[in-house]
Nanobody, 115 residues
Framework: QVQLVESGGGLVQAGGSLRLSCAAS????????MGWFRQAPGKEREFVAI???????TYADSVKGRFTIARDNSKNTVYLQMNSLKPEDTAVYYC?????????WGQGTQVTVSS
């Protein structure tokens, strides 16, 4: 069982930056693919970015060049640095851990970008 706790959300003006953190429990963090997803009001949850266990990354087209995902295996933590934020980035952001058939989610953290 892996528990994920997100932090770092908040209210920011358009063009601003935020850094989200996701702390994971357990001793096998480095073997998990760690990702971020988001869900805006009235919309389905969507993929944002993922950091594979080997360290490579994949981004949604909507955030490419603005967001950076990184992990620190020594701290069991994955980060999402969000720059040049837009009002359409407003959503609840969820941390996700995947390994084979195992799939874990955090409780989410609200990000609100004002215009």
């Amino acid at each position: 069982q892996v528990q994920l706790v997100e932090s770092g959300g908040g209210l920011v003006q358009a063009g601003g930056s935020l850094r989200l953190s996701c702390a994971a429990s357990g001793r096998t963090f480095s073997t998990y693919a760690m990702g971020w997803f988001r869900q805006a009001p009235g919309k389905e949850r969507e993929f944002v970015a993922i950091n594979w266990s080997g360290g490579s990354t994949t981004y949604a087209d909507s955030v490419k060049g603005r967001f950076t995902i990184a992990r620190d295996n020594s701290k069991n933590t994955v980060y999402l640095q969000m720059n040049s934020l837009k009002p359409e980035d407003t959503a609840v952001y969820y941390c996700n851990a995947q390994r084979f058939t195992k799939d874990y989610w955090g409780q989410g953290t609200q990000v609100t970008v004002s215009s």
